[in-house]
C-alpha cells in the first residue's frame, strides 16, 4: 500500500514569495492534516479536512495560508506572501477515521526554508 | 485544550540499556494518548496509543508505555535499546470532543555503541 506522498522534498524562497506544497494522501483515507513542524518543536496542526470539508482551520494564518482539498482526495497548501517564521517542516497526514480514534499516517514532509 | 510536556529534550543511552521517555499531559477528561517516532528526514510514525483499558499498553519495535492518571503521565519504555532506535520520540494527546491532536516537542535519543 502506497503511503502518503508529499511534494517537494525542499523548498527556498526569499520573504514575500509564495510556495505551494501538495499531498497525496492514502487511497480510501478520508480524513487529511496538515501540520508545520518549526525546528526543536512538535507539529502543529494548520488544517483539518474530512473529504473536501474543513473541519478545523482554527490555527491556519488565514492571512497568508490557504488549503484545499478538491474532490477529497489531493490537498495542495499554499503560503503567500512567505515570512522569515514560516520556515518549518510542512506535514501531511491522512487517517481513516478522526485523529483521536484512529492512527495517523505521515508523509516525509516538506521543508521550507524563508530568506 | 489539551497540551503534552516532554521534559527531556535530548536522551543518550547505550546500546542494551533501558529506556524511559517521559511524558506529562494535560486535559480535564480521559485523554487519547499516543506515541509516535521520527527518524531523520522521515514522517511520524506512530508506536502504540491507549484509549481505555488496561494501563500498559504495547506498541510495535517492542515499545510499551503506562499510563497514569494520577500522574497525567504517559511514558514510553523499552527494556534493551538497539542502534537502529536512535530517534525523535513525539508523545501526542488528543481529545474525544474535538479534532485536535496535540504534539510535545519531542525528545531526541540518542544510542552509544
Known amino acids: 500500500e502506497a503511503g502518503v506522498a508529499q511534494s517537494p522534498r525542499y523548498k527556498i524562497i526569499e520573504k514575500r514569495q509564495s510556495v505551494a506544497f501538495w499531498c497525496n494522501p492514502i487511497?480510501?483515507?478520508?480524513?487529511l492534516y496538515w501540520y508545520q513542524q518549526i525546528l526543536g518543536q512538535g507539529p502543529k496542526l494548520l488544517i483539518q479536512?474530512?473529504?473536501?470539508?474543513?473541519?478545523?482551520d482554527s490555527q491556519l494564518p488565514k492571512d497568508r495560508f490557504s488549503a484545499e482539498r478538491l474532490k477529497g482526495v489531493d490537498s495542495t497548501l499554499k503560503i503567500q506572501p512567505a515570512k522569515l517564521e514560516d520556515s518549518a517542516v510542512y506535514l501531511c497526514?491522512?487517517?481513516?477515521?478522526?485523529?483521536?480514534?484512529?492512527?495517523?499516517?505521515f508523509g516525509e514532509g516538506s521543508r521550507l526554508t524563508v530568506l | 485544550a489539551q497540551s503534552v510536556t516532554q521534559p527531556d529534550i535530548h536522551i543518550t543511552v547505550s546500546e542494551g540499556a533501558s529506556l524511559e521517555l517521559r511524558c506529562n499531559y494535560s486535559?480535564?477528561?480521559?485523554?487519547?494518548l499516543f506515541w509516535y517516532v521520527q527518524s531523520p528526514g522521515q514522517g511520524l510514525q506512530l508506536l502504540l496509543k491507549?484509549?481505555?483499558?488496561?494501563?500498559l499498553v504495547q506498541g510495535i519495535k517492542g515499545f510499551e508505555a503506562e499510563f497514569k492518571r494520577s500522574q497525567s503521565s504517559f511514558n514510553l519504555r523499552k527494556p534493551s535499546v538497539h542502534w537502529s532506535d536512535a530517534a525523535e520520540y513525539f508523545c501526542?494527546?488528543?481529545?474525544?470532543?474535538?479534532?485536535?491532536?496535540?504534539f510535545g516537542a519531542g525528545t531526541r535519543l540518542t544510542v552509544k555503541p
Open positions: 497526514a491522512s487517517s481513516s477515521r478522526g485523529g483521536f480514534t484512529g492512527e495517523l499516517f
Open positions: 487511497s480510501g483515507h478520508a480524513t
Open positions: 479536512f474530512q473529504n473536501n470539508g474543513v473541519v478545523d
Open positions: 486535559y480535564g477528561a480521559t485523554p487519547y
Open positions: 491507549y484509549f481505555s483499558g488496561d494501563t
Open positions: 501526542a494527546v488528543g481529545a474525544a470532543n474535538n479534532n485536535d491532536m496535540r
